[in-house]
């Protein structure tokens, strides 16, 4: 059984910067497409942002210029660096990914959610 592996959550002041991290539990297992997500307390989830296998990225008018979606294929590893946090960025995030295992498909899977808390 295979599922995403989500770290590097927690608190930081408004201002700072953390930079969380998805891999698949499998080494044979590799991330396709995928998405970082988010949901505050009372809202709905939303897509932060998304990288294709081709490299694309896409992110919401609320991050861009402060958050990077990026992989390392050799760590088999999909990462989010949030810089300049506001307390409005604060909620539980997840990572949403398509998943291969060789040349077939496993469908996307996602992430357990890692809690972000900015804070003065």
């Known amino acids: 059984q295979v599922h995403l592996v989500e770290s590097g959550g927690g608190l930081v002041q408004p201002g700072g910067s953390l930079r969380l991290s998805c891999a698949a539990s499998?080494?044979?297992?590799?991330?396709?497409?995928m998405g970082w997500y988010r949901q505050a307390p009372g809202k709905q989830r939303e897509l932060v942002a998304a990288?294709?296998?081709?490299?694309?990225?896409n992110y919401a008018d609320s991050v861009k210029g402060r958050f990077t979606i990026s992989r390392d294929n050799a760590k088999n590893a999909v990462y989010l660096q949030m810089n300049s946090l506001k307390p409005e960025d604060t909620a539980v995030y997840y990572c949403?990914?398509?998943?291969?295992?060789?040349?077939?498909?496993?469908?996307?899977?996602w992430g357990q959610g890692t809690q972000v808390t900015v804070f003065s």
């Open positions: 990288l294709t296998s081709g490299g694309s990225t």
């Open positions: 499998k080494s044979t297992v590799s991330i396709n497409n």
């Open positions: 949403n990914a398509n998943l291969r295992e060789g040349w077939t498909s496993l469908g996307y899977y």
